[in-house]
Nanobody, 126 residues
Framework: QVQLVESGGGLAQPGGSLRLSCAASAFTFSIYAMMWARQAPGKELEWVSGISADGSDTNYADSVKGRFTSSRDNAKNTVYLQMNNLKPEDTALYYC???????????????????WGQGTQVTVSS
């Protein structure tokens, strides 16, 4: 069974940094795009970033562009989200998800991202 396990969340101060990791197992990690999404209390699920299967292409939501960076290590079956200059509005539960194709699709629908982790909480507060 496909498993995605996020880690690295926690409490950060505004302007601080966190690095999220998502460890994947039970599928051929290197042939699928991966995605990060987030959901804040009372808000809809928001697509944050995607990275193509080989890591050559990344996309970001306007709200995080220039502050967040996605990367992946296909040898370790792990995708990362480096989050810098954090803002209180970045507070949310962050999920990683497995794509259904090699390229990034800006979407949170299940036909584009079919397996999801349980999420890791990020709280930005002073």
């Amino acid at each position: 069974q496909v498993q995605l396990v996020e880690s690295g969340g926690g409490l950060a101060q505004p302007g601080g940094s966190l690095r999220l990791s998502c460890a994947a197992s039970a599928f051929t990690f290197s042939i699928y795009a991966m995605m990060w999404a987030r959901q804040a209390p009372g808000k809809e699920l928001e697509w944050v970033s995607g990275i193509s299967a080989d890591g050559s292409d990344t996309n970001y939501a306007d709200s995080v562009k220039g502050r967040f960076t996605s990367s992946r290590d296909n040898a370790k079956n792990t995708v990362y989200l480096q989050m810098n200059n954090l803002k209180p509005e970045d507070t949310a539960l962050y999920y990683c998800a497995k794509g259904t194709r090699r390229r990034v699709v800006v979407s949170t629908t299940r036909n584009n991202y079919d397996w999801w982790g349980q999420g890791t909480q990020v709280t930005v507060s002073s």
